[in-house]
């Protein structure tokens, strides 16, 4: 990568393989990095507000929004919408301003294809589909029938590891949080 643009990084992998931790240790490293606040149809959880964590939108606004051009990518997860608003990170990335996002596999896919050499995009593993469905339960945030639908999900998004530019095995914390950086700084070299 040897342009002026900015790096999008997106981090994929399946609820419960501690991608939000992960995440959260890597934008510490990276202070400057820009961020991209998603849309979604679900409901705020317990403090969550509008604008800040997500922008929470009905249906109806959301694809409102597909159709204007307003969203850059989206996928539906659990029953609900997440999209990528599309100026803020076309802006990020043409200022220069790398970012750090954490979408679905589909969006991850859709942003390398849209950033090309721009975009690097890594999966995250839980070491195990068994200390996923543990991570998930111990999380106890979720109700049954939202854990198993997070499961089955996770399942199928591992399938897809090998679309992606590299994979993480998140076993122990430090060590995940560490390869993710290696991978960030080797590609702005
Ligand atoms: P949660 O409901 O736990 O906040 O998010 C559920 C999933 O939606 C996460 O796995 C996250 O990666 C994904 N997600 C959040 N925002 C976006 C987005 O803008 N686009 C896509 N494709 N996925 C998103």
Do not use: W
Request: charged share 30%; aromatic share 6%.
């Amino acid at each position: 990568m040897n342009n002026n643009k900015g790096l999008i990084v997106c981090i994929s992998g399946p609820s419960g393989a501690g991608k939000g931790t992960v995440l959260g240790k890597v934008a510490e490293r990276f202070p400057e990095m820009g961020s991209s606040i998603s849309v979604t149809t679900r409901a705020p959880r317990g403090e969550e507000q509008d604008g800040v964590e997500y922008y929470f939108r009905t249906k109806e606004q959301f694809e409102a929004m597909i159709e204007s051009g307003e969203i850059l990518e989206y996928d539906t997860y659990v029953g609900n919408y997440y999209g990528t608003p599309r100026a803020h990170i076309e802006n990020l990335c043409e200022s220069g301003t790398d970012c750090l996002v954490d979408l679905t596999v589909k969006g991850s896919i859709a942003l390398k294809d849209h950033f090309g050499d721009n975009a690097l995009t890594i999966f995250l593993m839980p070491p195990s589909l068994e200390v996923l469905e543990e991570r998930l339960r111990n999380r106890g945030t979720e109700t049954e029938e939202k854990i198993r639908q997070r499961l089955a999900q996770a399942r199928g998004e591992m399938k897809s590891k090998d679309r992606f530019d590299n994979i993480v095995i998140n076993d122990k914390l430090e060590d995940a949080v560490n390869e993710v950086i290696e991978l960030i700084e080797n590609k702005k070299r």
